[in-house]
Structures are given as structure tokens and as C-alpha cells.
């Protein structure tokens, strides 16, 4: 990610998509140097007939491929209805196929008009799902298919639907080397893509080459504060902080005009041609660890603090607050109830975001207003803004953190009680390159927190859910203290955070304390994010962190 004016001979981040055996155009600076840094395969259709995924099997790009051993690995329905048909969204994760588990590779060529190579075939190795090796191309790397449900009466019934999608995905992306690096060739028009689980077959890319683009690579995020605080650098309790955001490319030129931020409507329809985008799941659904959640490309503020006193959120945040015009910061923890607060501002507005498409012509502002309530607890507090931008071929994420004094100009900080996410996450795969490109982990609870249509929000949902479905993560999943540095860091049980990793529990908690109905936090109620009793899970068998 570019924090400085680019060149022709600056390595830029590819981005590369292949929808059912059609490669995605893509425009580049012509000359420029590239490296491959994510590459997307998909094959999917839409059916009223509840067969799984035997379809895929038949017909479609990669029923050529070995489905041998495909079994169900996850359920789990859509946690609100559609706000239109008041019906459910159900979606079955299978994995395991041997397509799915075996080694491959890609090969990408550049050719010109006529179909003759440009330069040298470039080789990536997408590895194996078992394990990471020095050889490997990427360090994420996700293959599974979906059935998706559309029209379920409720969360669990499904008999009557007649809407279906079976589609299969690779994701491929977090390049381990970006010192493989390729020049767009003067003649080049598309790229050939080839992959060796079907070697008889090719993907083509087209390619424009644009001379003079009008802005730079790269994505930088700017906040600053339009108001003033106090003599000693402060702000009071019980006062309201606006805020001005900007979006620059890696040169600083602004990618919107002064005051203003385009409409979603601008962005769905391709009308910003400076690569700023939103969130765009309402057409490109995403979902955590199974399906494309780099691509949902939310653009977003929190603030939250004091940091030392910043911690999970585990208080589900109701629907409701997204859609009241009158609400345009959502707070998602509050100091009397969490013991810290947290407010966070989507652009444009939750309630024209997700209000439906006759806001999406409303203008959307660059400026905002944080509220700090009176009983707000002095310290440091952070202001974090992630987005990510997508232009002339590269798509990549940004985040800014802005610190400011609430009550107090004394400094604090946030004590981490997990770590050290860099002896996996280094290099290619940082924190400072993966997910929002944020290595600061003490700004990331405001933002992800249990949301009423999104319960698997929270970072520790997350952070366990993922870890234990990948079979790429060097530590086995129960070995606690590879990630937990205390004992009292495993002391706040509930069922999100056991059933975010485990996906069944004994018959008597079944019989005591409910059905797991959600695969991330267990159910869909507040009882998921409960603390459980003390005198229970006091520690986790292979742990290393029991208490003598």
C-alpha cells in the first residue's frame, strides 16, 4: 500500500476477479510494475431446485474438477430477514472436495490483440489448505462452495423455498512475495490466466492501458478535528467534536471535492472514477472466513475509549438504530451499561446505506459529529476511520486512527491481554496489510461489536472463528496460550465465545441452556454474549492456563 507519490516503476498491488469462466476488465497506468496480490474465482447459478450442490457437479467452470469427498462442513441462516419479504436467508458451507484440497497452480501471461505472449509466464503457487509453506504465493487461501436458500418462512424452516444458488469460490490473496513483480508490456490487451486443475482450459482478462490517469495509486485516510479543544488540549465531557475526513490517493491529491463525498448511487453506477467505494454486500454478499468479506469494502468511523478501559462489546446493537433518520453516529457501548464507550458513522449514513435505494441519491457529507456523554471517563480515546479503494487494478484497505484527550490530557493506553499475532501475521501478512491494513488491535471493538443483523461482529467472534475453521494456522486451535498471555484472559466465558471455535456442546447444555442456531456465537439472543458462571470454564483443557 502506497503512502507516497507512485511511478511507473513503483510495485502496485493486482487485484484480479473471474466470474463463471469470464475474466472482470480491469484498466491500469500503462507501463506500470505490478505484483499479483489477490485473485478471485467464482462459478455459480441460480435454481429452484434443492439439490445441494450437485449442480455444480453437471454444468458450469468447474464441473471439471474432482467433487469427490464434498461434505457439509456449516449452517447457518441469515440472522434477520429480508426487510422487503420478511423471509430468511439460509446458506450451507461445504468443504473438502478434492479440488478444493489440492495443490495448484496459475499460471498468468500477458498477450496482445492477437493473442501472442507480451512477456514471461509468471507462476503462483496456491498452496495446500493443510499447511503454509515458504513456496506458497499467498497467505490466504479459502476454497468452498455454497448453497444458498432465499426464501425460508423462518431462521430453521425451509421446506417450501424455491429460491437457490450453488456457486463455488477460490480466494487467493495477501501475496507472500511482492518482490515477483511484472511490467504491463505496451502491447499487452489481456492476460491469460490458467490454472492446473483444468490446464485445458484459459481465463481472459482484458486490459486497457491508460497513458494519463487522473489519479495516483495508493489510498490514504485523513481526519482531523474542526473543533478546537481546550487550553490544555482536552475535550469536556458532555460535548460534541466534529470531524472532517478526506480520501487521498498515495500522491495526496483528494479523490472528492471539498465538502462533499460522492452519492452510493455515484459508486454503484461507476460515475467515481478516483476509486472510492462503500459498502457493497447488497450486491456481493460477504460472509465472515466463507465468502469475500475483503470485498464488502465498508467506509467507516468509530470512536471509542478510554483505552484503558476498552474491551469486547457484547451488547447487541439493535436494527433499528440503522434505519431512524434522526440517528447518524450509532452508539454500540455505553459507559454506565459497558464500561467504556463506543459510537460509531458509516458513509453515507447508516440510514441511507441500508435505508434502500430511494436514499441513495441523497448527498453524503465529509463532515460529522461525535457525541461525548457527560459521564464519559477521561483518557485517550481513539477516532479510527477504515475504507478501501479500488482503482486502475489494485484494491486495497486504509485505516487512520486519530488519537484525542476526553476529561484529562494524561495519555492512557490499552493493556492487550492476546498476542503475539505476529509470529503468523508478518511480512505479506501483517496486520498492517491484511483485513482494514490496521496493526493497532485496541481500535477495533468499537467498530465490532454484536450487530442485531450481524452477531458475529466482536473481534474474538471473529478471531476464533476463522482460526479454528483454517487449516493453515501453525498452532493447534486448543493450545489457548498461543494467542491468550494470561489466565485472566480466558476467564470471561460465554457461548459466543465457546461456540465461536466449537460447533457442538454437551447434550445437558443443550437440554439447560438452549439449541445452537447460529455457527458463530451459538443463538440469536443476548443470552449468547452472557458471562457464564464462574464456577465453570475456569480454564480450557490444553490450554497451558489453568489456575493451580
Same mark, same amino acid.
Given at each position: 500500500?502506497?503512502? &507516497?507519490?507512485?511511478?511507473? $516503476?513503483? *510495485?502496485? &498491488?493486482?487485484?484480479? #476477479?473471474?466470474?463463471?469462466?469470464?475474466?472482470?476488465?480491469? /484498466?491500469?497506468?500503462?507501463? $506500470?510494475?505490478?505484483?499479483?496480490?489477490?485473485? =478471485?474465482?467464482?462459478?455459480?447459478? @441460480?435454481?429452484?431446485?434443492?439439490?445441494? !450442490?450437485?449442480?455444480?457437479?453437471?454444468h458450469g467452470d468447474f464441473s471439471d474438477l474432482s467433487w469427490r469427498?464434498?461434505?457439509?462442513? @456449516?449452517?447457518?441462516?441469515? #440472522?434477520?430477514?429480508?426487510?422487503t419479504t420478511r423471509l430468511f436467508t439460509n446458506r450451507r458451507f461445504y468443504?473438502?472436495?478434492?479440488?478444493?484440497?489440492?495443490?495448484?497452480?496459475?499460471?498468468?501471461?500477458? !498477450?496482445?490483440?492477437?493473442?501472442?505472449?507480451? %512477456?514471461?509466464?509468471?507462476?503462483? =503457487? &496456491?498452496?495446500?489448505?493443510?499447511?503454509?509453506?515458504?513456496? #506458497? %504465493?499467498?497467505?490466504?487461501?479459502?476454497?468452498?462452495?455454497? /448453497?444458498?436458500?432465499?426464501?425460508?418462512?423462518?431462521r430453521t424452516d425451509c421446506r417450501r423455498a424455491k429460491r437457490f444458488r450453488e456457486e463455488a469460490l477460490v480466494e487467493l490473496r495477501n501475496t507472500l512475495h511482492p518482490e515477483k513483480?511484472?511490467?504491463?508490456?505496451?502491447?499487452?490487451?489481456?492476460?491469460?490466466?490458467?490454472? %492446473?486443475?483444468?490446464?485445458?482450459?484459459?481465463?481472459?482478462? *482484458?486490459?486497457?492501458?491508460?497513458?494519463?490517469?487522473?489519479?495516483?495509486?495508493?489510498?490514504?485516510?485523513?481526519?482531523?478535528?474542526?473543533?478546537?479543544?481546550?487550553?490544555?488540549?482536552?475535550?469536556?465531557? +458532555?460535548?460534541?467534536?466534529?470531524?472532517?475526513?478526506?480520501?487521498? @490517493?498515495g500522491a495526496g491529491n483528494r479523490l472528492h471535492p471539498e465538502g462533499s463525498l460522492p452519492t452510493y448511487n455515484d459508486v454503484r453506477f461507476g460515475r467515481v472514477d478516483s476509486g472510492i467505494y462503500y459498502y457493497?454486500?447488497?450486491?456481493?454478499?460477504?460472509?465472515?472466513?466463507?465468502?469475500?468479506?475483503?470485498?464488502?469494502?465498508?467506509?467507516? %468511523?468509530?470512536?471509542?475509549?478510554?483505552?484503558?478501559?476498552? /474491551?469486547? +462489546?457484547?451488547?447487541?446493537? *439493535?436494527?433499528?438504530?440503522?434505519? @431512524?433518520?434522526?440517528?447518524?453516529?450509532?452508539?454500540?457501548?455505553?459507559?454506565?451499561? #459497558?464500561?467504556?464507550?463506543?459510537?460509531?458513522?458509516?458513509?453515507?449514513?447508516?440510514?441511507?446505506?441500508?435505508?434502500g435505494e430511494r436514499f441513495w441519491d441523497n448527498p453524503v457529507t465529509d463532515t460529522w459529529e461525535y457525541p461525548i456523554p457527560a459521564n464519559a471517563k477521561p483518557g485517550t480515546y481513539y477516532v479510527t476511520t477504515k475504507g478501501r479503494r479500488v482503482y486502475r487494478g489494485e484494491d486495497i484497505p486504509a485505516t487512520q486512527t486519530l488519537k484525542i484527550q476526553i476529561g484529562s490530557p494524561e495519555p492512557?493506553?490499552?493493556?492487550?491481554?492476546?498476542?503475539?499475532?505476529?509470529?503468523?501475521?508478518?511480512?505479506?501478512?501483517?496486520?498492517?496489510?491484511?483485513?482494514? &491494513?490496521?496493526? =493497532?488491535?485496541?481500535?477495533?471493538?468499537?467498530?465490532?461489536? *454484536?450487530?442485531?443483523?450481524?452477531?458475529e461482529g466482536p473481534v474474538y467472534v471473529r478471531t476464533h472463528f476463522i482460526h479454528s475453521r483454517s487449516n493453515r494456522v501453525d498452532a493447534r486451535i486448543d493450545q489457548c496460550e498461543k494467542c491468550h498471555l494470561t489466565a485472566d484472559s480466558i476467564q470471561r466465558t460465554s457461548k459466543s465465545a465457546c461456540l465461536s471455535c466449537h460447533k457442538t456442546y454437551p447434550r445437558w447444555h443443550v437440554q439447560r441452556f438452549g439449541p445452537i442456531d447460529n455457527m458463530y456465537v451459538g443463538e440469536t439472543s443476548q443470552r449468547s454474549f452472557d458471562q457464564c458462571t464462574s464456577s465453570c470454564h475456569a480454564t480450557h483443557p490444553g490450554s497451558k492456563l489453568g489456575r493451580e
Open positions: 500500500m502506497s503512502h &507516497a507519490p507512485t511511478t511507473r $516503476q513503483t *510495485p502496485i &498491488a493486482l487485484a484480479l #476477479d473471474v466470474d463463471n469462466g469470464k475474466g472482470t476488465p480491469i /484498466q491500469v497506468r500503462s507501463g $506500470q510494475t505490478f505484483f499479483l496480490n489477490q485473485l =478471485d474465482l467464482r462459478a455459480g447459478f @441460480d435454481t429452484d431446485v434443492d439439490e445441494g !450442490l450437485d449442480g455444480l457437479r453437471r469427498g464434498l461434505e457439509k462442513a @456449516d449452517e447457518s441462516a441469515l #440472522d434477520a430477514p429480508d426487510a468443504r473438502n472436495a478434492r479440488w478444493m484440497n489440492e495443490r495448484s497452480f496459475f499460471v498468468l501471461e500477458q !498477450l496482445d490483440t492477437r493473442g501472442r505472449p507480451t %512477456s514471461f509466464p509468471l507462476l503462483y =503457487d &496456491a498452496g495446500v489448505d493443510r499447511d503454509r509453506r515458504d513456496s #506458497d %504465493s499467498f497467505f490466504v487461501r479459502r476454497t468452498r462452495g455454497i /448453497q444458498w436458500t432465499f426464501d425460508c418462512a423462518t513483480t511484472f511490467v504491463i508490456a505496451k502491447a499487452t490487451t489481456q492476460f491469460r490466466l490458467t490454472w %492446473s486443475l483444468h490446464p485445458t482450459r484459459s481465463y481472459t482478462i *482484458p486490459v486497457a492501458q491508460d497513458p494519463s490517469p487522473a489519479f495516483d495509486y495508493g489510498f490514504q485516510i485523513d481526519v482531523k478535528a474542526l473543533t478546537a479543544p481546550r487550553a490544555d488540549g482536552t475535550y469536556p465531557p +458532555g460535548s460534541n467534536i466534529k470531524f472532517k475526513l478526506t480520501l487521498r @490517493d457493497r454486500a447488497f450486491f456481493d454478499a460477504t460472509t465472515t472466513y466463507y465468502r469475500r468479506k475483503h470485498r464488502e469494502r465498508m467506509l467507516m %468511523s468509530t470512536l471509542e475509549g478510554p483505552a484503558q478501559d476498552i /474491551q469486547a +462489546g457484547r451488547n447487541i446493537v *439493535p436494527g433499528s438504530l440503522f434505519f @431512524d433518520p434522526e440517528i447518524d453516529v450509532q452508539p454500540t457501548a455505553l459507559p454506565e451499561r #459497558d464500561g467504556f464507550l463506543a459510537e460509531f458513522r458509516t458513509f453515507p449514513t447508516s440510514h441511507d446505506l441500508f435505508g492512557t493506553t490499552t493493556p492487550l491481554p492476546t498476542g503475539p499475532c505476529n509470529t503468523c501475521h508478518a511480512g505479506g501478512s501483517s496486520l498492517a496489510v491484511v483485513a482494514h &491494513a490496521n496493526p =493497532d488491535r485496541a481500535t477495533c471493538t468499537g467498530c465490532h461489536v *454484536p450487530l442485531e443483523f450481524e452477531l
